[in-house]
């Protein structure tokens, strides 16, 4: 909570402060409740969520200010985030009816530079942290360094990595090894890395979807979490869209919230896929990937 914090003062208070010092005015007129709606949009909210906050703050607060701003204020964006979404990893593995211990399943999908690869690796990390046997699939054939990377971070946390040599191989068939080996091995969990291309849409969902497809042959993919960078805005939610037809997201991955003042996209980017964002990336650091927790996010913002 307290890295939380940190990492997000230096960007996010910057809309909390702006919203604060807005709403204690003495007269919260038109113009006022406009400039609160810009805001918020700025900050990447999305302009349906924005309008709602707005009224609702118009409601509680009026034109001279009843009740407390701050505590309203906190209300309102907690609501925004909605704090009732189940944020929960499905990374446990179940026992099949042959008292077979299969692998939790998670496809990590996303644009390239988005951060997938560091947070396959971070994820591992705080896996292993939890005593969990966890294997990796380099399925991201189509960036050559992309395997390099990953192995990498297996060597680092100390997993194996399950790759291909050959360049341009099927990612489908790196992933279906991936899962069988993590069931031979009797791991845990298996995180797959996949390959963003989004030059080509059409290419990219017949990929992603086939991946999905070869691997539930092994059984149930568990979570397929959408990986997207914060500092991207609208750019990332059109992004969302797309993979979101390719395959059906379980939960969102936002990274490099250290690096942006716009963490409204958290709330832009659940109402757009209706899915919770589950994780947040705030370094580039291998312990810079945390649970979202909405409770700690908006007193980070409001600090
Ligand atoms: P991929 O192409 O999606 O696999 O992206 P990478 O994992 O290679 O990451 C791209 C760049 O983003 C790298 O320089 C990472 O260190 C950086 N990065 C990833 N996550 C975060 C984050 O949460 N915060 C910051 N500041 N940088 C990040």
Not at 102 to 110: D, E, F, S
Request: net charge negative; no cysteine; glycine share 10%.
């Amino acid at each position: 909570l307290a890295r939380l914090r940190a990492r997000l003062a230096r960007s996010n208070t910057a809309l909390g402060r702006g919203l604060l010092q807005l709403l204690s005015r003495d007269t919260v007129d038109e113009a006022t409740w406009e400039e609160i709606e810009e805001t918020l949009i700025a900050a990447d909210l999305g302009t349906g969520p924005s309008l709602e906050i707005v009224e609702r703050l118009r409601t509680r607060i009026g034109v001279d200010g009843g009740g407390d701003p701050r505590a309203v204020l906190r209300d309102e964006l907690l609501r925004a985030v909605d704090p009732t979404l189940d944020r929960s990893l499905a990374v446990a593995p179940t026992a099949t009816e042959a008292g077979v211990h299969r692998p939790a399943v998670v496809l990590v999908v996303g644009v390239n530079g988005v951060g997938k690869t560091t947070t396959v690796g971070k994820l591992a990390r705080v896996l292993v942290a939890e005593d969990k046997d966890v294997v990796l699939g380099a399925a991201d054939t189509f960036r050559a360094a992309a395997a390099e990377q990953l192995s990498t971070w297996g060597e680092r946390v100390g997993v194996p990595t399950v790759r291909s040599d050959v360049e341009g191989a099927d990612p489908a068939s790196v992933a279906f090894d991936a899962v069988k080996a993590g069931a031979d091995l009797g791991a845990d969990v298996v995180l797959v890395d996949t390959a963003g291309r989004l030059q080509n849409k059409r290419d990219l969902m017949d990929e992603l979807g086939k991946v999905k497809r070869v691997v539930e042959r092994h059984g149930p993919v568990d979570e397929v979490l959408l990986v997207l960078d914060a500092t991207t805005g609208q750019n990332g939610l059109n992004q969302a869209r797309v993979f979101a037809e390719a395959v059906d997201i379980t939960g969102i991955v936002l990274t490099k919230l250290d690096g942006t003042a716009k963490g409204g996209i958290v709330v832009a980017v659940q109402r757009e896929l209706g899915v919770p964002v589950k994780l947040v990336g705030l370094g580039e650091g291998a312990d810079d990937l945390a649970p979202f927790e909405p409770d700690a996010f908006v007193d980070a913002i409001l600090e």
